[in-house]
C-alpha cells in the first residue's frame, strides 16, 4: 500500500503549497533549461480499458545527446464517472486510477535514445469526486451522472449480451505494463526537430485486475518540434502522430482493434526563465468495436498546466486534463511530475 502513502503526501503537499512559492516563480524566475520546460505533457488516456494498452505519452522530438540520461516521477490521478448501454453492451465507470510511472531516458551514440517506463497502478473508489464536484461547479462544466450516483465508490464493469467480462469493485494495485522504446533523431536544425520513435510493452501487469491488458504491444510515430516563435514570441510547439499494434491478450479482446491511431499537439509559452504555460490536445481513435461511447468513440483530451524549473537540472510539471470528447477519456487527471536531467 506505499503507493497511497505517496499519493496522500502528493494531495497534502499540493493543498499546503505557499502561494508565495508559485509568485515567487512568476516574479523572479532566474536562469533555466528553456528546452526542458518546453517539453510536451507526458500524458495519455487512462481510462481503465485504454490505460491497459499501449498508448505512448506524447514526447519531444529534441532526443537526449549521448551520455546523458533523463529521469522522471510521474503521479497521475484520473477520476472516472460513465454509465452507458446499448442494446448489447453496458459499461460502467465509476472510480479512480492512480498511476506512478518511472521514466528513464537514455541518450547514445548514432542519434539514437533508448527509453524505459516501469508503471505502478492502483483502481479504487473516487476520494476526488467531492472536490471534482465543487470543480464542476465553479466552471460551470457538465456534471455527467455524479450527481445520481454514490460518491467514494470503485465499479469499473463492462457486460456484453448479458455476460460480464469484467466486474472490479475492490481496490487493487500492482506493477502495469512495463515499456521500452528507441528513438531516431531523423533531423536537428536550428529551429526544428523531427524523431522517429518506437516501442515494446510487455504484458507485466495482471490484466484481471485491470493493471494490464495481457498482450505485447508495438507502437512506432513521428514526433516534430519547432521553436520558429520562440526568439519573438516564447512559443515552441510540439507533434506526433502514430500507430499502435495490439496482439492478442486478455481483456475485452473480442471486441479490440488490432490498430490505433494516436496523437497529440502541444503549445508552451515560456512567461520566464523558470516558468511555461503550456496546454495540449491527446487523441487516438477507437480502441473497440463497440456502440459505446466510452469503448468505440475517437478520443480527444485536452491538457492544461504550467512547468516550474526548479534549478538548472529539475523541472516540476502540474496539469489538469478534461475529456473534451466527453465519456471517451476520464473525467479528469491531476497530474504532477518531477523531472532530473543531470544524470
Do not use: C
Request: charged share 15%; net charge negative; hydrophobic share 40%.
Amino acid at each position: 500500500m506505499g503507493i497511497l502513502r505517496l499519493q496522500n503526501r502528493v494531495y497534502r503537499a499540493i493543498r499546503l503549497a505557499p502561494s508565495w512559492v508559485v509568485i515567487w516563480f512568476l516574479i523572479f524566475g532566474g536562469d533555466a533549461i528553456a528546452s526542458q520546460l518546453n517539453q510536451p505533457y507526458a500524458s495519455a488516456n487512462r481510462s481503465p480499458f485504454v490505460q491497459a494498452y499501449g498508448l505512448p505519452a506524447a514526447q519531444s522530438a529534441q532526443l537526449l545527446i549521448p551520455k546523458t540520461s533523463q529521469l522522471r516521477v510521474q503521479l497521475d490521478a484520473a477520476n472516472h464517472s460513465t454509465i452507458s448501454s446499448s442494446a448489447n453492451e453496458s459499461i460502467v465507470l465509476d472510480g479512480e486510477t492512480h498511476r506512478l510511472n518511472l521514466h528513464w531516458r537514455q541518450g547514445l551514440g548514432n542519434n539514437l535514445e533508448l527509453g524505459f517506463d516501469i508503471p505502478y497502478l492502483s483502481h479504487e473508489s473516487g476520494r476526488l469526486d467531492t472536490f471534482i464536484d465543487h470543480w464542476h461547479q465553479f466552471f460551470n462544466l457538465p456534471d455527467g451522472i455524479r450527481s445520481y450516483v454514490p460518491k467514494n465508490q470503485l465499479q469499473f464493469s463492462y457486460i456484453d449480451n448479458g455476460t460480464g467480462l469484467t466486474d472490479l469493485q475492490k481496490s487493487t494495485d500492482g506493477i502495469g505494463d512495463i515499456s521500452m522504446s528507441l528513438a531516431y533523431q531523423l533531423s536537428n536544425a536550428a529551429t526544428r526537430q523531427w524523431a522517429l520513435r518506437g516501442g515494446l510493452k510487455l504484458p507485466t501487469g495482471d490484466a484481471d485486475s485491470l493493471l494490464g491488458s495481457g498482450s505485447t504491444d508495438v507502437f512506432l510515430g513521428v514526433n516534430v518540434s519547432d521553436q520558429g516563435l520562440s526568439e519573438k514570441y516564447n512559443i515552441n510547439l510540439h507533434a506526433s502522430f502514430g500507430a499502435l499494434w495490439m496482439s492478442s491478450g486478455e481483456l475485452l479482446n473480442a471486441t479490440r482493434e488490432d490498430w490505433v491511431a494516436y496523437g497529440s499537439s502541444t503549445i508552451a509559452w515560456r512567461f520566464n526563465q523558470r516558468v511555461s504555460f503550456k496546454a495540449q490536445i491527446d487523441f487516438h481513435s477507437a480502441f473497440y468495436n463497440s456502440a459505446l461511447t466510452e469503448l468505440g468513440d475517437n478520443s480527444a483530451q485536452l491538457v492544461l498546466g504550467a512547468a516550474l524549473g526548479l534549478d538548472d537540472d529539475w523541472v516540476l510539471d502540474i496539469s489538469v486534463s478534461e475529456d473534451i470528447v466527453v465519456d471517451t477519456a476520464p473525467d479528469v487527471v491531476f497530474q504532477i511530475g518531477l523531472t532530473f536531467n543531470g544524470l
